[in-house]
């Protein structure tokens, strides 16, 4: 954990807002790789996790920004009308669930409206590797496009593509026409919205991208339906300890009400923090984190979500 200030808060377009983070005892921060997110404790029992999105080579400072969502769950709203200029705030290290991927010659980057967030510091590392990249920013309108005037002004500004829902038809991104042809050595990384994300992911789909060259990240996740949630059992390989997980609980929240400590940080399925080895049993898998190759392994869950098809699940812990 780091306590760090608020040193600015900004706003970017509309219902977006950024804000830059120093150490509060004033040394450098944590270095942190493209990718890589923060977990913000904005007030008791609420955290949220943001992208950072400044040049990795910067040490001062980390930015964030962050949309204000109407189906808030509290935390984008909590940032936007609680948290302000000057105030301190205890944070997590970076952590990268989302990494570029080294061994690719060229690198496709699709940023969707605030998804433009991990994709600036991804383009500021691959241009300072002098890396062969395109940055494609998809945004509904003008008004709600933060970043742009900022872009103008950065080394990578010749290799942007803006793409204007709300503008002429010419300049609108085409996923299928720009993906056609599958690349063994062009990586795709993709974050923003469900809807975009499902565009950028179907057009890759189809055109037959493998999914190791796929790199995504998820917002949040679809909302699930839990109405036909069954209850089942699972065991702990390593005391042969039964738990009952009832319909409407996780095997997180059981396990962690017994102490079991499992580390967690989205509570959605869509960061990884929690995959945990399943050593019998099938599970049914909820996540948006694992690649359908990896649920159909069936020997990785992640509880903060997924349930189970069989009626006990053993699990290495
Ligand atoms: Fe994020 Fe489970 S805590 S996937």
Same mark, same amino acid.
């Given at each position: ?24 005892d +004033? ?7 493209? !990718? *890589? ?5 904005i =007030?008791?029992? @609420?955290?949220?996790q ?10 001062h ?9 109407p189906?808030s ?17 205890t ?5 990268n ?8 010659n ?6 969707g409206?605030i ?6 510091a ?20 003008s ?6 005037a ?7 500004? +010749? ?7 709300? !503008? *002429? ?5 085409? =996923?299928s026409? @720009? ?6 050595s062009?990586?795709?990384y ?17 055109a ?34 039964v738990?009952?997980?009832?319909a ?8 962690d ?15 990884g ?7 019998k ?5 909820r ?18 979500c ?7 699940l053993?699990l290495?812990?």
């Open positions: 954990m780091l306590q760090v200030n608020v040193t600015r808060k900004a706003d970017e377009a509309e219902g977006i807002c950024s804000f830059e983070l120093c150490a509060a +004033g040394s450098a921060l944590p270095a942190f790789e493209a !990718g *890589a997110h923060i977990d913000i404790h =007030a008791e029992g @609420l955290t949220r943001y992208s950072l999105c400044n040049d990795p080579k910067e040490r400072r980390y930015l964030i920004s962050v949309l204000k969502d189906s769950r509290g935390g984008s709203k909590a940032m936007h009308e609680q948290i302000r200029s000057g105030q301190t705030l944070i997590s290290t970076p952590r669930l989302f990494p570029l991927d080294r061994s690719a060229r690198h496709l980057l699709f940023g409206g998804g433009i967030t991990p994709m600036l991804m383009a500021y590392e691959l241009s300072h590797q002098r890396a062969d990249f395109e940055l494609h920013y998809c945004f509904r309108s008004e709600r496009a933060a970043f742009v900022m872009l103008a002004h950065t080394p990578f500004a +010749g290799r942007i593509k803006f793409h204007d829902d709300s !503008g *002429a038809q010419r300049q609108k991104l085409d =996923a026409a @720009l993906l056609a042809t599958p690349d063994a062009t990586h795709l993709v974050c923003g919205p469900a809807g975009f994300m499902n565009y950028i992911l179907n057009a890759a789909q189809n037959g991208w493998s999914q190791s060259q796929v790199h995504k990240e998820f917002f949040a996740a679809a909302p699930i339906d839990e109405s036909a949630n069954a209850p089942f059992e699972v065991e702990l390989a390593s005391t042969g300890q738990f009952q997980i009832p409407e609980r996780t095997v997180f929240e059981v396990l009400e017994a102490c079991i400590a499992i580390e967690s940080s989205c509570e959605q399925g869509i960061c923090t929690c995959v945990t080895r399943v050593l049993g099938i599970p049914e898998h996540d948006k984190f694992l690649t359908e190759s990896e649920q159909a392994a069936n020997d990785r869950f992640t509880p903060c997924s349930r189970a098809k069989s009626s006990r053993v290495d812990l």
